[in-house]
């Protein structure tokens, strides 16, 4: 039996996981500093919820949903992103009327669209990003989008492109829709079976097409900027204003409408091209929304939020050699060299765990040299070794596996010498010069 993962999935394993949680790790403190709260919605929602929010008209629920009839025939979906389920448990669980506005939420997992597997696109992936919901204030959409920003570069990306266009109010929208419906009309029969479709349903779709020979048509097509409402363009430069002063760099792009149908307004976009020239598109994107939570029986409240491609954010940082310090580090690697010492070893090897030291035994060789290798593979920075010898002693030998020098220690001594050997550096603060300020030593 050859059984294969699905297709369009990917097993993200060992130093790839690490790196994972690295990045995840990074995007949750930053959203933390920006008092966001994590949100666990389910993987399964009704399906319902997508086609009302994601919208009829976009490819997402079109043609991307894995949609299936539960036992008890209800239509359900995995989930292909985040914001409806964000979206319908505030209003599920009244936190409009309960909590302090915004709320403001984060979320972490996998999202699965049912896309054509290629290079950085996959049927299931995983997506982080933030929703803050409940106020409408151009300052609001600044506060996320800038929190992506900060979160990229503390990830150690330097040369993001942050992309942004307005959408525009809803009576910029009807002008636009009508300007473009007019454009397109004597072309729409040259175009692909999908834009037809988008035509019908929502022409700024069509913007997105990715067909070659309807590019050329798109890029003659009428500009939302010159239907913008004169409340919607002061809007719009209010979020230029901010991000001037916060000296965040910044694209105007008037082709970007993202591809899900609940954004107004401002909608942003992270592009990364890496140090060896690779363009990775959009790294994560997301927009301010006027309706969203009203369409999903809530009041009427504006929302805004983004979302990271996690596969994409790895590649990009691998790409940049910005992930190579995660490699396995262990602290302690623990060389049994005798059957009669791996049961010592053993219970020495728990202790030093329960003790918090990440520490590995080795039960399978029996030659010294190749404990070492796999010592120095595993990154680790203190062998023990333990022959009858040592056991004869009460005793073991603990090596500084970098300096290369060792001692023997009694086994009653042996977790004060790790402490004092891990604790060094650690210790070290700022105290001597009269201002220290550390956690230790602060007030005294
Ligand atoms: P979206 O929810 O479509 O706005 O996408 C947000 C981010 O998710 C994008 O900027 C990509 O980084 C990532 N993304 C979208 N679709 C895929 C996919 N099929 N595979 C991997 N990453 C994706």
Redesign the pocket.
Known sequence: MDIKNVKGTHDIILEEAKAYDKIEMTMKSFAEAFCFSEFRTPVIEPSELFQRSVGESSDVVRKEMYTFLDKGDRLLALRP?FTAGIVRSFVNNKLYATRDLPLKAYYSGPVF?Y?RPQQ???RQ?H?FGVESLGVENVLNDVESLFLGYVILTALGLENVTLKINTLGDASSREAYRNALKGYFESHIKDMCDDCKVRYEVNPLRILDCKVPSDHEIVLGAPKMSDYLSNEAKAKFNKVLIALDEMNIPYEIDDTLV???DYYSELVF?YHYTSKKGVNYG????GGHYDNLVEELDGPKMAGVGF???I??VYSVLKDDGLLDDIVNDIDIYVMPLSEKAKNQAFYLTSGLRTSGYKTEINLVDSKMANMFKKADRHGAKLGIIIGDDEIANGTVIVKDLAKKEQEEVAIDDLLDKVDAFFGEGQDECCCGDGECHCHDHEGE
Do not use: C, P
């Open positions: 992103e669209r896309e950085g696109r996959y992936f997506q993202r591809g899900l976009e959009a790294i994560g994107a979302s990271f491609g596969e994409r």
